[in-house]
Structures are given as structure tokens and as C-alpha cells.
């Protein structure tokens, strides 16, 4: 994980609050980067501040002209709960009510029929070879089947590396997950069966630690 500096009159309580998240299982990388900012903030408006005053919260919170509504309600829970922290430990802290900014309109998500799910699959199967990305069509089929047959985050599906998928087994091995989380997921046969021969088609020469699935032009980095 990156080392993010933290500047200003709250820095050591950031610091604290952020160790603190991590020791249980959190992650916590974007919201330290979005503390890293506050800080930064913090140090060059506010220097001599010693509580964590509204002023500042609504200074910081308030919505930029270029941000999406989901944006400046992710970086006002990120500073609430900061303020609780602070708030528990005996620093005098606003924390914002819950609510205090209205978060838009509500996803709804589409539940795919059974047609629909056929005609996705059939399309994915139809990728085409480019030489720009010699192993797309291939690997187009097996990421949406993972994602849709196994659960799996987008994410997830992109970081498995040729170790964790036993092709033997038919288990996939997940890693670092939310949370920090580690799992294990099985795969019907006829995934296990593609898997398998993807694996034969593009890993024959790759080591364990290589991506799955592998983008050739990305060789730092998963398919993206």
C-alpha cells in the first residue's frame, strides 16, 4: 500500500484513525488518499486548528462544480467518520448527520431473463481475434462466465493469477478481496472445462504468479 503523507493540525489523529481501520481488516486506501487531501487542506486553511469544527467539515464537504453527488457523499462519510473517531477519543470533532447530504438518485439494478442471459453469453463467444490484443477472444468468454457463474467482482475475476485457479480441482482461490478477505469459490464443470482450456491455449510457458487472464500488452498490470 501506498505511504500517504499527512501534513496539518490533525495529522496524528488521521494517522491513528487510519491504522486503526486497517488493523481490523479494512483496506483503506482511497479514504486515505481522500484524508491525505484533507490534511493538506487542513494544514494550509486551518493550521492552528484544534478541534474539528463545522466550519471546516462544511468547508471541506462542500460540492465542487466538476463532482458528482455519489462523490461528495463518499468524501463527507469518509471525514464523518473521522469525526467519530476523534469524537470517541475525546477531541472535540462535528461529525455531520447521517443523511446530511442527499445522496441522488438510487441505482436500481436489472435482473437479466434467461433470454437475455443466452443472447450475452452468445455475444461474448462471438469476440473476435485483434492482434493488438492477441487473447481477447479468448478470454472474453471465461471473465463474464467467472463473474456470473462464481460471484465474482469485475475486479476479482481481473486479479486471479494462473496459481489460483486449480483447473484440476475446479476451485478458484481469492485474495486480498474486500476487507481484506480470502475465499474460496468452486466452478461448475463446464466452467472448470473452459477454464481449462484457456489455460492450455495461453498459459503454457507462464509462471504462477502470472495474470490469468493475460493481456499481453499489460505485463505490470491486469487486463483493465
Known amino acids: 500500500m501506498r505511504n500517504y503523507p499527512f501534513r496539518g493540525p490533525f495529522a496524528e489523529h488521521i494517522k491513528n484513525h487510519v491504522g486503526l481501520k486497517q488493523a481490523v481488516g479494512y483496506k483503506y486506501e482511497a479514504e486515505t488518499a481522500h484524508l491525505s487531501r484533507f490534511s493538506s487542506f ?14 471546516i467539515v462544511l468547508e471541506w464537504c462542500s460540492k465542487r462544480n466538476y463532482e458528482a453527488q455519489a462523490n461528495q457523499c463518499a468524501r463527507a462519510s469518509i471525514l464523518r467518520q473521522l469525526a467519530v473517531y476523534m469524537e470517541n477519543i475525546g477531541i472535540g470533532a462535528y461529525v455531520l448527520p447521517k443523511g446530511y447530504y442527499p445522496a441522488g438518485q438510487q441505482y436500481v439494478s436489472h435482473i437479466y431473463t434467461e433470454n437475455e442471459l443466452k443472447r450475452f453469453f452468445h455475444q461474448t463467444d ?52 474486500k476487507k481484506d478477505n480470502s475465499r474460496l469459490v468452486a466452478m461448475s464443470d463446464e466452467l472448470t472445462g473452459r477454464c481449462r482450456n484457456y489455460s492450455e491455449n495461453v498459459h503454457n510457458l507462464s509462471k504462477g504468479s502470472d495474470w490469468f487472464l493475460k493481456f499481453p500488452l499489460f505485463e505490470s498490470s491486469p487486463a483493465g
Open 42 to 55: 487542513t494544514a494550509e486553511k486551518y493550521p492552528e486548528a484544534s478541534i474539528l469544527s463545522k466550519e
Open 126 to 177: 462471438q469476440c473476435c481475434y485483434v492482434g493488438e490484443c492477441p487473447y481477447r477472444h479468448l478470454i472474453m468468454p471465461v471473465f463474464f462466465r467467472l463473474v456470473y457463474a462464481c460471484g465474482l467482482r469485475s475486479s476479482e475475476a481481473r486479479l486471479l493469477k494462473v496459481e489460483n485457479v486449480d483447473t484440476d480441482a475446479g476451485i478458484l482461490s481469492i485474495h486480498h478481496s
